[in-house]
Structures are given as C-alpha cells and as structure tokens.
C-alpha cells in the first residue's frame, strides 16, 4: 500500500518562510514525478509546483513563482516545499501527488497526501 506522509505546515507572519516535506512509503516500481498542490476555502485544488524524478524539471504556478521552491530526494522518495516570502492568500490545505508506477510496464497512478494546513497570518 503507496503511503504519502506530509509534514511541516503550521501558522507564519507575512513575509515568512516554511518547508513542506511529503515522504512516500510502500511498494512501487517508481516515482514519474511529484507535486504539490493547494487549496483554499471555497475554492478549487490548484497545482502549485511539480517535479519530474527524472531530470529535476520543474514547473510552478505564476503565482509563487521566485518565492517557491520545489526539490526532491530520490533515494528517499521525497520531495520538499520551500515556501518564502509567504502572503495571505498563500494560506490553504496543501496536499502531495505523486505520480507512480507501481510494477514496471504499467501506467502511472496519482497518489495523494493527507493534506497540511498552512496559515499566513499577522
């Protein structure tokens, strides 16, 4: 059973910073990519960043674009967050994918986080 464990969210002033882990677990061919995404109250889940596990590529949301920054651990199936310069409306439920094929020559099937609440607030 793929298990996706995130940690780090919490509470931040404007202007702060916080780093968001996502650890995946179980059995797995391998990992395409991971990504996270967010969303806020009333409003629809919006990918934030992505990652490829093979080549680094990345992509993010003009939004956080020059404050986010998504990486990853290969050999620890994880991939990181770093949130800096955060605003209000940064504040939402953030939830890891990853994209995973679980024996080899099969598709690719997303896998989701319990989600972690980060809150901007002064």
């Known amino acids: 059973q793929v298990q996706l464990v995130e940690s780090g969210g919490g509470l931040v002033q404007p202007g702060g910073s916080l780093r968001l882990s996502c650890a995946a677990s179980?059995?797995?061919?391998?990992?395409?990519?991971m990504a996270w995404y967010r969303q806020a109250p009333g409003a629809e889940r919006e990918l934030v960043a992505r990652i490829t596990t093979s080549g680094g590529n990345t992509n993010y949301a003009d939004s956080v674009k020059g404050r986010f920054t998504i990486s990853s651990d290969n050999a620890k199936n994880t991939v990181y967050l770093e949130m800096n310069s955060l605003k209000l409306e940064d504040t939402a439920v953030y939830y890891c994918n990853a994209k995973i094929q679980l024996q080899l020559f099969t598709g690719a099937t997303d896998y989701w986080g319990q989600g972690t609440q980060v809150t901007v607030s002064s």
């Open positions: 179980g059995s797995m061919w391998s990992i395409d990519a």
